[in-house]
Structure formats: C-alpha cells, structure tokens
C-alpha cells in the first residue's frame, strides 16, 4: 500500500531562486507577446458582430464563413473576418 500523505521537502534558497529565475523569463516572454493573434474564437466573433454562437454556426456550415479547426475548437481567421466585414459594407 502507498503512503499519499504530504511528505516534508526542504528547498533551499538556491532552489527558490532557480525556480524565480525561470518563472521570471517565461513572465518575460508572455508580456513580450503583444502580436494579436490572427484567430478569433467563435466568442469572440459572437460578440464582436453581436449574433449568436448558434447564427455563426449556421452560417459556417452554409459556406458563408470560412474557419480553421484547431483540434475540436473552430477558430475563424482575422483576415476573413475583415473580408466579411468589406463584403458587407459594399
């Protein structure tokens, strides 16, 4: 049988610092990466044009809106979106 109880850890100070130090430059990465991404979430597209999830769906499946797949989640192009967006304006 294992024993699961919490068992006592001494960390050093080095250790403490190595873990700053590294937690530190992925914070660094994370805020450098101002680049908007180039995919809105089905949310975001929601909320953006005001409609449903429900009409933006409808709409994909009828060929009105092109998307990417990113695993199970569906992701629409900022590109197509600003052409829609053109489209609609014409």
Known sequence: ?????????????????????????AMK??????QPSPFLTTA???????VTSMTLRRWRKAGK?????????????ITEVERVERDAQA
């Open 65 to 77: 809106l092109k998307v990417s797949f990113l695993g199970r989640g569906v992701r629409f192009a």
């Open 29 to 34: 990465q994370h805020a450098d990466s101002t």
């Open 44 to 50: 975001d597209l929601a909320i953006r044009w005001k």
């Open 1 to 25: 049988m294992h024993d699961f109880r919490a068992k006592s850890c001494s960390r050093t100070s080095g250790d403490l610092k190595g873990i700053e130090r590294i937690f530190g430059v």
